[in-house]
């Protein structure tokens, strides 16, 4: 008898459960409905013409023509614009800061021994409000970070303590010994420690990946070589890395420069290659087989500019094309050989427009590099979600994020629309209300 009542109680709590998760999942709050007048398939990689797109809570939960207005909706009228979802940057730093020939010791020291995390934080706090201006309503943020500072800024912004974008944060990132610092004989103020989490081991490497998702990581990131430093990672502890990452259901982003630590990496089943400069196309074949993302953090033409604006001499266009023309060469080849591509910018220089105009300035260099503007912006939307793990990301359709903006031109037929953001929107709260100017209003 014991035994029946027991297991009738563990099936009333499991009925339970389940009847609270599906309560939980289910939008909540007064409706929204969006007119919009010409909708961005992430997915497709096109405009699709005029859409309503119904949100309850932070989720939308119709997408269709003509949608009745349910009773108490607010309509938000957007029908001489362009909507797309919420931009994605899939490569910040969002709490560094580096002026040009800084060496990175030293940045480490101005950020965590000068500025401290208070004032650390605020500064991350006004550049995230300065992405959700410029469209980017999630960042994906890859360590530079102190002690898990991204992830306390990450909770201020789901709070809504401060307006912010989505941000999924690594923590600390997994290094081998020194970090990506330069060599530094002296370290008396544990900089490499205060920066990243140094891997000694296999074991080491796996509770390493557990200390950062129990912290609330939700990306790991890995440095197989850890330049301008001269040491790696161990293939045994890469493995590591990404199978016990693996078992928690978490994306690796790598960080690797060169070919023979990027194919150790792709080999080991990382998520994501960040930056990628040199690799050959046996490699870009091998990424393009296995899936795993490239995130070219390459500048546009716009950006380049803007960085020599201080150079002594400054150098002549054709100069500062001819620089971009590796990084433009290995986005091509990446490009045509299938391999997926997200979008990251790697901004941590001082960027006279800001930190969301150079994310926005960075989908450019995707168009310069040989893509169409619809192409590039899937790399912002449908593929960034895609890399992040989360199918809520990057689309709008039902149950996804509301998460979107909208600007007056059609950016598929070039990003310069980007650059006139009217209109933002994260999990249904406008963050970006520009109504009277909506679109030619």
């Not at 009925?15 to 289910?26: G, K, N, P, S, V």
């Not at 960040?274 to 953090?297: C, F, I, N, W």
């Not at 299938?338 to 105009?357: F, K, N, T």
């Not at 995707?366 to 899937?378: F, I, K, R």
Request: net charge negative; with cysteine; aromatic share 4%.
């Amino acid at each position: 008898m014991t035994r029946t009542l027991t297991a009738l109680a563990a099936l009333a709590a499991a009925c339970l459960a389940t009847a609270a998760e599906a309560q939980q999942r289910r939008p909540q709050g007064p409706a929204l409905l969006v007119r919009a007048g010409n909708l961005f398939d992430s997915e497709a990689g096109r405009m699709v013409g005029p859409r309503d797109l119904l949100i309850r809570g932070d989720q939308v939960v119709e997408v269709g023509q003509g949608l009745a207005v349910p009773e108490g909706a607010t309509v938000v009228d957007l029908s001489r614009c362009s909507v797309l979802p919420g931009l994605i940057d899939g490569h910040t730093h969002i709490l560094m800061e580096q002026a040009q020939g800084q060496p990175l010791g030293q940045v480490a020291a101005i950020d965590a021994g000068i500025e401290g995390d208070a004032l650390r934080a605020l500064s991350g706090a006004r550049r995230g409000r300065d992405y959700l201006d410029a469209g980017f309503t999630t960042i994906r943020d890859l360590g530079n970070s102190g002690r898990f500072l991204d992830l306390q800024l990450s909770r201020g912004f789901a709070e809504g303590r401060v307006p912010g974008p989505r941000l999924y944060g690594s923590g600390p990132g997994l290094a081998p010994a020194g970090g990506q610092m330069e060599p530094m004989p002296h370290d008396p103020h544990h900089l490499v420690g205060a920066e990243y989490r140094i891997v000694t081991g296999v074991d080491d490497a796996r509770a390493a990946v557990r200390e950062a998702i129990a912290a609330g990581a939700w990306v790991i990131k890995v440095y197989p070589e850890a330049t301008p430093q001269r040491t790696r990672l161990s293939v045994a502890e890469l493995e590591a890395i990404v199978d016990e990452a693996r078992r928690h259901d978490v994306p690796v982003a790598a960080h690797a420069t060169s070919d023979a630590a990027i194919r150790e990496a792709v080999l080991a089943g990382v998520t994501s290659i960040e930056h990628g400069y040199e690799v050959s196309d046996d490699t870009l074949r091998l990424m393009a087989q296995k899936g795993v993302y490239l995130v070219p953090t390459d500048p546009s033409l716009e950006m380049a500019q803007e960085f020599s604006a201080g150079w002594t001499p400054r150098p002549p266009v054709e100069e500062i094309e001819g620089m971009l023309s590796a990084p433009r060469d290995r986005f091509s080849r990446a490009h045509r050989l299938g391999v997926p591509i997200a979008m990251g910018s790697d901004l941590y220089m001082p960027y006279g427009p800001g930190r969301g105009q150079g994310s926005r300035a960075t989908l450019s260099a995707y168009v310069e590099s040989g893509m169409t503007p619809g192409e590039a912006l899937q790399t912002a939307t449908w593929n960034a979600g895609r890399m992040l793990g989360d199918d809520r990301l990057g689309v709008l359709r039902p149950r996804s994020f509301a998460d979107l903006i909208a600007v007056p031109l059609d950016p598929t037929q070039g990003l310069d629309a980007l650059k006139d953001v009217r209109f933002v929107m994260k999990g249904g709260r406008v963050e970006k209300p520009d109504l009277e100017r909506v679109c030619g209003g």
